[in-house]
């Protein structure tokens, strides 16, 4: 059983910066392919960024050089960096822990509960 906990996101300005945060439990983390999805109102779930265990990053071209993923295994932390956010960017933002396909949503076996994230123009 793996637990997932996002957190960080809110209101920011077109332009602005989040950075959001994903604590998993248990001692593996540093083993786990994780990624980043998100869900705006009235659609479906998207994917937006991946990075493997060994340290390979993937994106969405609609977050490309925008949005930076991370993680710090000494504090089984995921992070995305989001800079110059924009009005589409709204959704609500979870991670998960990849098993599968990179951008299918089913390639995904544990997931959090979610962080909304807000961009007003």
């Known amino acids: 059983q793996v637990q997932l906990a996002e957190s960080g996101g809110g209101l920011v300005l077109a332009g602005g910066s989040l950075r959001l945060s994903c604590v998993a439990s248990g001692r593996t983390f540093s083993t786990y392919n994780m990624g980043w999805f998100r869900q705006a109102p009235g659609k479906e779930r998207e994917f937006v960024a991946s990075i493997n265990w060994t340290g390979g990053t993937y994106y969405a071209d609609s977050v490309k050089g925008r949005f930076f993923i991370s993680r710090n295994n000494a504090k089984n932390t995921l992070y995305l960096q989001m800079n110059s956010l924009k009005y589409e960017d709204t959704a609500v933002y979870y991670c998960?822990?990849?098993?599968?396909?990179?951008?299918?949503?089913?390639?995904?076996?544990?997931w959090g509960q979610g962080t909304q994230v807000t961009v007003s123009s």
């Open positions: 998960a822990r990849r098993i599968g396909l990179l951008q299918d949503s089913n390639g995904y076996d544990y």
